[in-house]
């Protein structure tokens, strides 16, 4: 039995009591079932408060519950989504593996042929060292013979060096004897020039003379 039937209990029980002790009692009994009474609507009112706040309390849970709720159905419809986008991926994950299982069998078979091809080549590989070894000594030879070429190359480079500073005396010596010439080709058209203008002066005086002389008879 809740508190709040064994109150209402308390009160028939008290009502019974006044009735059956008559008017003198009464008075006295009133008085004290009324200060229960107060007593029991103080509790009451405190009881029906803190029911108020459980309720309150028990709604926000509930709101809160309800949220969850949702909440949680919303991630399961993003469950069922990803669940659904899993079964995508692994069918295409499935088809993909078949085109590698395909693809690795056909890598099988381009590997063997490439072993086969390793080997031919491999085969070359020797057969070009040995010409490289070959090929070496022949260098080495030729380094030789160019060793001896550089050696006489430097002796012809002396006396080539020796041959221009020659050629330099020679050609100082060229400039000297053209500046010579050029002075006596100078010195010659100064003189024909003076020849040219005594051949004229003498042909003018001959012409002037009555009795030419016979030094005229050349002009």
């Known amino acids: 039995m809740s508190a709040i039937g064994r109150r209402i209990n308390l009160g028939l029980v008290v009502f019974v009591v006044l009735s059956m002790v008559g008017t003198g009692g009464t008075t006295v009994l009133y008085q004290d079932s009324a200060s229960e009474l107060r007593s029991q609507n103080q509790e009451l009112r405190q009881e029906n408060a803190e029911l108020r706040g459980n309720l309150d309390d028990t709604r926000n849970k509930l709101e809160s519950t309800q949220t969850r709720v949702e909440e949680l159905q919303e991630r399961l419809e993003t469950r069922s989504e990803d669940v659904d986008q899993v079964a995508t991926n692994l069918n295409q994950t499935e088809e ?3 085109a590698t299982q395909s ?3 056909e890598t099988r078979q381009s590997l063997r042929q490439s072993e086969g091809r390793v080997d031919e080549l491999e085969g070359t590989v020797d057969d070009l060292r040995d010409e490289r070894d070959t090929l070496e000594d022949e260098v080495d ?6 060793g001896d070429l ?6 012809l480079e002396d006396e ?4 221009e500073d020659q050629v330099s005396d020679l050609q100082d010596e060229i400039d000297s004897l053209e500046s010579r010439i050029d002075t006596l080709e100078n010195e010659i058209n100064e003189l024909e020039n003076q ?7 003498i042909e003018t005086i001959c012409n002037r003379m ?3 002389d016979p030094t005229c008879e050349d002009y």
Not at 160 to 163: A, D, F, K, S
């Open 160 to 163: 080539r060096n020796e041959l």
């Open 210 to 212: 009555e009795t030419p």
């Open 141 to 146: 030879d030729l380094e030789t013979t160019i």
């Open 195 to 201: 020849n040219e203008a005594l051949r004229d002066d």
């Open 103 to 105: 693809q690795l069998a």
């Open 96 to 98: 993909q593996l078949n």
């Open 150 to 155: 550089e050696a006489e190359n430097e002796e």
